[in-house]
């Protein structure tokens, strides 16, 4: 088993940063790659960001590339999410997701990820 526990949401204008915390508890051995997703009220849940848990790997959906970057500290079984140039389309519940199944090419479908957080909410105001 694996437990998520996601903070550092908060609330944000336009154009600020956040970094968005996600600490792994159980068998992290066992993880292949770790995610962010995010879902906005009304839409479906959109993959963010994905980092190879040992090889430290990364891929980014465009609407965040060149703004968000993710990292992972294995020391202290923890992922980060830093956001930058914040817009307020950003604004949803952030979660992170573990994938424990070797696959080929990074882990971006949703239902790749056996493990969820409760999420954390980021709003960005206009």
């Known amino acids: 088993q694996v437990q998520l526990v996601e903070s550092g949401g908060g609330l944000v204008q336009t154009g600020g940063s956040l970094r968005l915390s996600c600490v792994v508890s159980?068998?992290?051995?066992?993880?292949?790659?770790m995610g962010w997703y995010r879902q906005a009220p009304g839409k479906e849940r959109e993959f963010v960001s994905t980092?190879?848990?040992?090889?430290?790997?990364?891929y980014y959906a465009d609407s965040v590339k060149g703004r968000f970057t993710i990292s992972r500290d294995n020391a202290k079984n923890t992922v980060y999410l830093q956001m930058n140039n914040l817009k307020p389309e950003d604004t949803a519940v952030y979660y992170c997701?573990?994938?424990?199944?070797?696959?080929?090419?990074?882990?971006?479908?949703?239902?790749?990820?056996?493990?969820w957080g409760q999420g954390t909410q980021v709003t960005v105001s206009s």
């Open positions: 997701a573990a994938d424990r199944t070797s696959g080929i090419g990074f882990s971006i479908s949703s239902k790749e990820y056996q493990y």
């Open positions: 159980g068998s992290t051995g066992s993880i292949y790659y």
């Open positions: 980092i190879n848990w040992s090889r430290g790997g990364t």
